[in-house]
């Protein structure tokens, strides 16, 4: 094969790489069309076949209401079910338990003061029961599915507000707490995101900081299946906030964790601080050794709110861009390697302010489902929950 040959194959394979690695077009997208501001949070593939989301309307003159949605593999709206009271409700996560029933988490809002909120409802959308945690209950951030109809619920737990406790608990199919741990309770914390592991363990990432502090860390804790911690991965960022939004296990048993750093542009410790946002990713050893992190800084704004691992072994990140001279801003998707490297990315079509990429899963068609567009504030008075689904890259 002369020289020419070898740079015409050599450039054919390295396209052939690069559109391979190029995150493709939705095979179907579809939005709520409902008129007010309503917005989905959350998604799992159903048990009993496509896809079920979690999210709130809002209506003029009325409060917000949780929202559970089932789609149809090709999109199509199977049912959708209104859970809510006159109080204002914001929902959180979902999960599926074994006999295919839900659960939803969220926040009931009572005289202006926030109640850590569970709904079970059947593999038809009929609500079971619905439980109110304490008033120590001070907030509830995810939760996963376990063995016999039980799940797990993480966020935090204290006697006193203002200064927070890193809680999980574990629950049976009556919402019955069996098992709580409170973690680092010298420091102000919340639990953001826990997995299930393997062996039986759990991993959780958590925020956490000095009490009455502006600034935080990201903490990544492995947990018994008795509730008791085996170790702690503190990844410290002096005078910034960082917010851990989600935790992966890596094909290679090590943890990864995406969420934001908030870089300070003054005085950290001011009454009102002002932040640059940027997104930032973590790869924790199975031993909770830190390998490495990393910052996605560019001209405005970046977050993540959500990552899942593909079938080549890369991941996909879910969340924001905000690009402030060139007008670019939307829901957002990168596309990394094992070290953290951009592969590529997407700017999701902008619908409409604060609109993000919420949660991102995997499909049993090697493609993946993207939801958003995450929580919106009462006094966004026009916003659509959306639903994308891709096929594999």
Same mark, same amino acid.
């Given at each position: 094969?002369n020289c020419k040959s070898i740079i015409a194959v050599t450039t054919h394979l390295l396209i052939?790489?690069?559109?391979?690695?190029?995150?493709?077009?939705?095979?179907w997208n579809k939005q709520s069309g409902a008129g007010g501001c309503d917005f989905y949070t959350?998604?799992?593939?159903?048990?009993?076949?496509?896809?079920?989301?979690?999210?709130?309307?809002?209506?003029?003159?009325?409060? @917000?209401?949780?929202?559970?949605?089932?789609?149809? %593999?090709?999109?199509?709206?199977?049912?959708?079910?209104?859970?809510?009271? *006159?109080?204002?409700?914001?929902?959180?996560?979902?999960?599926?338990?074994?006999?295919?029933?839900?659960?939803?988490?969220?926040?009931?809002?009572?005289?202006?003061?926030?109640?850590?909120?569970?709904?079970?409802?059947?593999?038809?959308?009929?609500?079971?029961?619905?439980?109110?945690?304490?008033?120590?209950?001070?907030?509830?951030?995810?939760?996963?599915? @376990?063995? %016999?109809?039980?799940?797990?619920?993480?966020?935090?737990?204290?006697?006193?507000?203002?200064?927070?406790?890193?809680?999980?608990?574990?629950?049976?199919?009556?919402?019955?707490?069996? @098992?709580?741990?409170?973690?680092?309770?010298?420091?102000?914390?919340?639990?953001?995101?826990?997995?299930?592991?393997?062996?039986?363990?759990?991993?959780?990432?958590?925020?956490?900081?000095?009490?009455?502090?502006?600034?935080?860390?990201?903490?990544?804790?492995?947990?018994?299946?008795?509730?008791?911690?085996?170790?702690?991965?503190?990844?410290?960022?002096?005078?910034?906030?960082?917010?851990?939004?989600?935790?992966?296990?890596?094909?290679?048993?090590?943890?990864?964790?995406?969420?934001?750093?908030? $870089?300070?542009?003054?005085?950290?410790?001011?009454?009102?601080?002002?932040?640059?946002?940027?997104?930032?990713?973590?790869?924790?050893?199975?031993?909770?050794?830190?390998?490495?992190?990393?910052?996605?800084?560019?001209?405005?704004?970046?977050?993540?709110?959500?990552?899942?691992?593909?079938?080549?072994?890369?991941?996909?990140?879910?969340?924001? $861009?905000?690009?402030?001279?060139?007008?670019?801003?939307?829901?957002?998707?990168?596309?990394?390697?094992?070290?953290?490297?951009?592969?590529?990315?997407?700017?999701?079509?902008?619908?409409?302010?604060?609109?993000?990429?919420?949660?991102?899963?995997?499909?049993?068609?090697?493609?993946?489902?993207?939801?958003?567009?995450?929580?919106? *504030?009462?006094?966004?008075?026009?916003?659509?929950?959306?639903?994308?689904?891709?096929?594999?890259?």
């Amino acid at each position: 094969m002369n020289c020419k040959s070898i740079i015409a194959v050599t450039t054919h394979l390295l396209i052939a790489l690069y559109l391979s690695a190029q995150i493709p077009d939705p095979q179907w997208n579809k939005q709520s069309g409902a008129g007010g501001c309503d917005f989905y949070t959350d998604v799992i593939e159903d048990a009993n076949g496509g896809y079920t989301v979690c999210g709130a309307l809002h209506i003029a003159g009325q409060s @917000l209401d949780f929202q559970l949605i089932r789609f149809a %593999e090709n999109g199509d709206v199977l049912w959708t079910k209104t859970i809510g009271t *006159e109080n204002k409700e914001i929902p959180k996560r979902l999960t599926q338990l074994s006999d295919k029933s839900y659960v939803l988490i969220g926040t009931s809002h009572e005289e202006n003061t926030p109640v850590c909120l569970l709904i079970r409802l059947d593999e038809k959308g009929e609500e079971l029961w619905r439980k109110k945690l304490g008033n120590n209950y001070l907030a509830v951030e995810d939760i996963i599915s @376990l063995q %016999e109809r039980s799940f797990a619920i993480v966020g935090s737990k204290s006697q006193d507000s203002a200064h927070p406790h890193i809680w999980m608990a574990t629950l049976n199919e009556q919402g019955e707490i069996t @098992l709580e741990s409170s973690f680092m309770t010298d420091m102000s914390g919340c639990a953001r995101s826990i997995k299930k592991l393997p062996d039986g363990d759990f991993v959780m990432a958590a925020q956490v900081s000095q009490p009455g502090k502006n600034n935080c860390d990201i903490l990544a804790i492995r947990i018994s299946c008795q509730g008791k911690a085996k170790w702690y991965s503190w990844i410290k960022t002096p005078d910034q906030k960082v917010w851990p939004e989600c935790i992966c296990c890596a094909p290679d048993s090590c943890f990864m964790i995406v969420g934001w750093n908030g $870089k300070c542009l003054g005085d950290i410790h001011a009454a009102d601080p002002i932040f640059d946002f940027d997104l930032v990713l973590n790869k924790i050893s199975c031993s909770g050794e830190i390998l490495w992190t990393k910052s996605i800084d560019r001209e405005g704004s970046e977050g993540g709110n959500a990552l899942t691992i593909r079938p080549d072994g890369t991941f996909i990140v879910a969340g924001i $861009k905000a690009t402030s001279f060139l007008g670019k801003i939307g829901p957002w998707l990168l596309n990394i390697d094992t070290n953290g490297n951009e592969i590529s990315e997407s700017l999701l079509r902008l619908r409409f302010n604060n609109d993000h990429a919420s949660r991102i899963i995997n499909t049993a068609d090697g493609g993946f489902v993207v939801v958003g567009p995450g929580i919106q *504030e009462e006094t966004n008075s026009r916003s659509d929950g959306w639903i994308l689904k891709f096929g594999g890259l």
